[in-house]
């Protein structure tokens, strides 16, 4: 019995250690042998295995797939579907490899022919940065038959250009893809000791918001977006597809969006060919802006990327950034010329001796030396005595491998042989062996040459498809569409959108806020759902906008304990859901007597009525909440009377309390908002507009709404709208090479319509416009700088107000170099508030 215990305590140890050993094992191998990048080449083993079995076949021209994947086995112990989808990968990152056939596209996730139909081999950049036998230290395959690379010696930073995704055990990566002609200047601005940034660019194009990049390290994220833009006021059009996303997941998120009543559309149709093209088909009555938005906030159209750089370095896991990644390879690529170069010099140094041995030993006529021998030593000898006198000539020793090589020489050589063409190639070699030495010992301006090279070779084609632009922030409350129905049973307490046979307060969206204000003197803010219990005597619901600092709530209370009425005027900007928050001083038995919501501070006058048998001499008056500052939700707020009051009635409706919002444009995101962003516009009350001029002559008024966009790169000015003031605009005209000048006043108002106000003809463009009143400018003029002329006009003294349909008058010819706006008289540059010029 004490034989088995102790069997069985043996057996058991034995399984845990096995299963650490071969846990471990496995781990490691995963980490370090599939799914983790190598630093010194930038690719994953079946990817280095590829390109090597690629470089065995290369002979110029394609081969099959399919064939490639049966060289590929002979170093990868995994099988061919792993390794078909990773020259897939490869191939359609169009950087490593050129291909032939049906590859795929990454834009609609469509796959590529079977590998017997499609073709590769490896592009001409490829051969340069990736192969050299010589500076390849090598290892057996898995099974002992072949040589594979321990590492490419790869001269260039080809995991920034290619980026990488994997998950091994316990750890994953992800390194997001670089501009090419953006590594190669970082590395040439690195190796000249300035700084540079490094940030993301996808095949795919979109935009990018890499303000929390943080270099590509773990904790970073970069915001990517499609294009999106307004076709008519019926239909938008996306233009691209975000990294990692296709134009099915693309439609595939709309609808889910629109079926859930975040977004209101008709249709999505997908057009892409050449180009990504989704028209999305508004519902009757939706803003165009407000969908572009919504589409942002709920569906694939931007989604949010977390890099985690993570390579295999010293045979372990190492989480580094973009830059470091960029210098490691900068100075790996260098260690690689560098000792490209001792070996070309070690060859130029022993052909400059061996072809300085050849020449002596035929004009000098040494091999005669060798007839009378009889022996192979005697033949050495003789050859070797033969040479003695000119040894000093030389630049090292003689071996017996060199006396050889001068044995093979043929008699047709030695007849044959030219002296003078002899002195020139090895003044040839001595000249190369000066170059090679002078790279050496230039190393880093030899490497910048090397960089420029690769650049002016292969960076056609390969500018930035992704645009670096800040994105605003979209809250999701503000853009979704009301997509339900709230009800609420005031008395028992409770609300939802699945009590319909109880009250219905107001519609919104399934993702709203609600705030409720209970008679007791609490609120609460929860999340819509089907039922939810907020107390009973509910007093106010409505939905909770976070950071609004314009809805007020006028509130008189009862305190329970000492029975003083209070009066107090507070916002609530922010909050925490579910939580119960007392606005009373808290004593039990308090009780609201009056309550209202203002969402631009209006201040009403009540009338309250005390008791009838209470001591107050004056039993009735008049209360004006204007008098009453508004403070904290916290805070206890004005005391109102001591006596008991019998009842509360709204009296008369008050003035806003709050002056009109400011608005600022911001041109970095073409967006307006209340935050301070941007060039401020002015205040805006709900009738103000906003009118925008652009650079093709057209222009749009607007209201204030913070969901308008604007094109900021065709933007020239952008104002507070005043119908009365004329507008001045200069343009030129292409046709008849000359610039014209028209005042007129905004005649059509439409909202949101655009209207061309210069004449329309290809080549024309708006050079100027302004809302000045007495405008006048400084006009440059001359085709040579000795010949410029400068010109100061008063364009309200001279030209006079038309039809905006006019085509105005002659300014200036093609000469023109530039015309500058001067401020009007008497007014303060310094002080005064500039329209927003671009």
């Known amino acids: 019995m004490e034989d088995q215990d102790m069997f069985a305590e043996k057996g058991s140890t034995l399984i845990s250690e096995m299963y650490q050993n071969w846990f471990l094992d496995y781990a490691s191998y995963v980490i370090l042998e599939r799914a983790v990048p190598a630093i010194e080449d930038g690719v994953k083993p079946v990817q280095r295995r590829i390109l090597h079995a690629m470089k065995e076949m290369d002979d110029g021209r394609f081969n099959k797939v399919a064939n490639i994947i049966g060289q590929s086995m002979q170093y990868h112990p995994h099988g061919d579907a792993s390794i078909g989808d990773a020259i897939v990968g490869l191939g359609q990152k169009d950087l490593m490899i050129e291909t032939q056939g049906n590859w795929g596209d990454v834009r609609t996730g469509d796959s590529a022919a079977a590998a017997r139909y499609i073709e590769a081999r490896l592009s001409k950049f490829a051969l340069e940065v990736a192969f050299n036998a010589k500076t390849t230290e090598w290892k057996l395959s898995y099974d002992g038959r072949k040589n594979e690379p321990l590492t490419l010696p790869m001269k260039f930073p080809l995991l920034l250009a290619q980026g990488t995704e994997g998950i091994a055990v316990g750890l994953s990566t992800k390194i997001l893809p670089h501009n090419f002609c953006e590594i190669i200047e970082s590395a040439i601005k690195h190796l000249k000791g300035r700084k540079f940034e490094l940030f993301p660019d996808f095949q795919t194009g979109g935009m990018i918001d890499i303000s929390n990049y943080n270099d590509g390290a773990r904790g970073g994220k970069v915001r990517v977006r499609s294009r999106i833009e307004e076709v008519d006021k019926k239909s938008i059009a996306i233009r691209d597809v975000p990294y990692g996303i296709t134009t099915s997941h693309m439609v595939d998120s709309i609808l889910k969006a629109n079926d859930s009543g975040k977004i209101k559309i008709k249709s999505v149709t997908d057009n892409t060919a050449k180009d990504v093209e989704l028209i999305v088909q508004l519902a009757p009555g939706v803003s165009t802006n407000q969908t572009i938005d919504a589409l942002y906030a709920f569906t694939d159209c931007e989604i949010s990327i977390s890099p985690n750089a993570c390579i295999i370095m010293d045979d372990k896991p190492h989480f580094v950034g973009a830059s470091d990644l960029l210098k490691h390879s900068v100075q790996h690529t260098k260690g690689l010329l560098l000792r490209e170069l001792e070996i070309k010099l070690g060859e130029l140094e022993n052909d400059w001796h061996y072809s300085s041995l050849e020449k002596i030993f035929i004009e000098n006529r040494i091999y005669r030396d ?161 039922k939810t219990f907020i107390g009973k005597d509910i007093n106010h619901i409505a939905v909770f906008q976070k950071s609004d600092d314009r809805t007020t709530y006028n509130m008189i209370y009862m305190d329970g304990k000492t029975g003083i009425t209070y009066a107090k005027r507070f916002n609530v900007t922010s909050v925490t859901r579910d939580k119960e928050y007392d606005l009373t001083r808290g004593n039990a038995g308090s009780k609201v007597l009056y309550f209202s919501s203002n969402p631009n501070g209006e201040a009403e006058v009540i009338t309250i009525t005390l008791s009838s048998g209470c001591k107050a001499r004056v039993k009735v008056f008049d209360y004006y909440f204007e008098e009453l500052e508004i403070k904290s939700r916290s805070a206890m707020g004005n005391q109102v009377t001591k006596y008991p009051v019998r009842s509360i009635k709204f009296k008369e409706k008050g003035r806003a309390t709050l002056s009109a919002p400011q608005v600022w444009y911001d041109d970095s995101v073409g967006r307006l908002n209340q935050d301070g962003h941007g060039t401020l516009l002015g205040r805006f009350d709900e009738q103000d507009r906003i009118i925008a001029f652009y650079k093709d002559g057209t222009y749009e008024v607007t209201n204030s709404d913070i969901t308008n966009r604007y094109d900021a790169d065709t933007l020239v000015l952008i104002e507070k709208f005043q119908p009365e003031k004329v507008v001045t605009a200069i343009y030129f005209d292409a046709k008849n090479k000359q610039f014209n000048v028209k005042r007129f006043i905004i005649e059509s108002q439409t909202l949101r319509s655009r209207y061309t106000f210069i004449k329309e003809a290809e080549g024309n463009y708006l050079e100027l416009v302004t809302l000045q009143q007495e405008p006048s400018v400084i006009v440059r003029t001359g085709k040579k700088k000795s010949e410029l002329k400068e010109e100061i006009i008063s364009l309200h003294e001279t030209v006079d107000i038309t039809g905006w349909r006019t085509i105005g008058s002659f300014l200036a010819g093609n000469d023109m170099k530039d015309i500058t706006l001067l401020p009007e008289a008497g007014d303060d540059a310094s002080k005064r508030e500039a329209p927003t010029l671009f």
């Open 370 to 530: 060798i007839e009378e021998q009889t022996t192979w030593e005697g033949v050495l000898k003789a050859i070797d005595d033969g040479l003695n006198p000119f040894k000093k000539l030389l630049r090292r020793t003689v071996t017996q491998e060199d006396i050889i090589r001068l044995t093979e020489i043929k008699i047709k050589r030695i007849s044959k042989f030219d002296a003078f063409k002899a002195d020139e190639h090895i003044k040839g070699v001595e000249a190369a062996i000066e170059e090679v030495k002078h790279n050496i010992a230039h190393l880093n301006d030899y490497a910048i040459n090397y960089y420029e090279n690769l650049l002016k070779k292969y960076g056609k084609g390969r500018e930035r498809k992704t645009e670096i632009r800040p994105f605003e922030t979209i809250q999701a409350t503000s853009v979704a569409i009301a997509n339900t129905k709230l009800y609420a049973n005031y008395k028992e307490g409770f609300i939802g959108t699945g009590l319909k046979k109880d009250e219905f307060a107001f519609e919104c969206s399934d993702i709203d806020n609600i705030i409720a204000f209970r008679k007791n003197g609490t609120m609460m803010v929860t999340k819509v759902a089907d």
